[in-house]
């Protein structure tokens, strides 16, 4: 209920709600070099890039990796990627693929 009233707002703003994949891995990914720590434990807060050695609070590094994965749907969005849709509601996100199952 809340995205779909700050789609709204946004909108009449004349600006988009962009929707990350919920898979997106935004607390494990480094913000710095990108690479994926897949060790990282739910209740570890800090955390040192095996690959950069950077050092990373968990939430900010989740935040800043969420606002750099919305700037380039964004950019693709706007690029005119076939891969995107804008809903009639404001929300900016991939398609929904058929698997073959």
């Known amino acids: 209920m809340f995205r779909t009233m700050l789609a709204y707002k946004l909108k009449d703003q004349g600006k988009v ?22 060790e990282l434990e739910l209740g570890e807060r800090y ?13 900010k590094n989740a935040c800043y990796n969420l606002l750099q994965e919305g700037e380039i749907l964004l950019n693709r969005w706007t690029g005119g990627d076939s891969a995107l849709i804008l ?15």
């Open 17 to 38: 709600l962009v929707k990350v994949d919920r898979f997106f891995p935004s607390s494990k990914r480094c913000c710095g070099c990108y690479h994926i720590n897949k």
């Open 47 to 59: 955390w040192r890039c095996p690959v950069c050695g950077a050092v990373h609070y968990r939430d």
């Open 87 to 101: 809903t009639p509601e404001g929300v900016l996100s991939a398609k929904k693929t058929l698997s073959a199952e």
